[in-house]
């Protein structure tokens, strides 16, 4: 059983939990992600790492509520422990020989990106990141940034925290004010993702996107993950879940990604209503 040791509510919506599983934060990487269970009958969902410590044996992951699991894990405390916590899994973030890099994260897709941004930091790499949200409600991980960035560039929809605007004018006024960046590695919503790929196209510059946000099963066996990369078939929980943002097919995502909306706002007001009477 793996123990919840600390939870922490970042906003309305995203939850924080710190998990004692000693031989997952081992081997842990940025980019990689591992697959939970909240109980014996609990559906397994996949959750990237966004944090980990070797010496206390503990992972941080971040989730939002979307779904019936999330929300059911969103009602566990601290001493609770998750049936299952498997891991890490998939392909750690390249990192090797690069020395000046564009973070860019939007919304809960921060969380992702944090761990990205620490482990270049780590490494001296110079990191710009970049960090959009709508509001400033919902902003989340902001110290954490700021501790583990050369600049952090803040963003909001409504002007509300940071510079009003999109984390792809901030990255476009960058470099054409003359930053060159080796890359820019960007992780948030597939339309966010999809506009930052552009720009950097646009300018030259290599980049690179999480696609965790279309993850299912996190085997490749249920195939609700797959995508097009360069005109292969790839999967998103064993051949990545990093791409080349240039040659990922954005829209074939998009289109995918919706299938599932129904199902998960369905089985989250199922949850919802099944604590209600447990309450009552």
Known sequence: MFEIVKREELNPTVTRMVISAPNCARKAEPGQFIILRTDAEGERIPLTIADFDREKGTVTIIFQVVGGTTEKLNHMKEGDCLQDFVGPLGKKTHTDGLKK???????????????????????????????????????????????????????????????????????????????????????????????????????????????NPIMIDGTGMCGGCRLTVGGKTVFACVDGPEFDGALIDFDEAMARGTMYRDFERHKHEETCNLFAKEVK
């Open 101 to 211: 890099v564009a973070v860019v994260g939007g919304g809960v897709g921060c969380a992702i990106a944090f761990p990205v941004a620490k482990k270049l930091h780590q490494l001296g790499c110079e990191v710009h990141s970049i960090v959009g949200f709508r509001n400033k409600d919902l902003v989340i991980l902001e110290k954490d940034f700021e501790e583990n960035s050369s600049k952090v560039f803040k963003m909001s929809d409504d002007g509300s925290w940071g510079e009003k605007g999109l984390v792809t004018d901030a990255l476009t006024k960058l470099i054409e004010s003359g930053e060159q960046y080796d890359e820019v590695i960007t992780i948030g919503p597939l339309i966010m993702m999809k506009f930052v790929c552009g720009v950097a196209v646009k300018h030259n510059v290599k980049c690179v996107a999480s696609m």
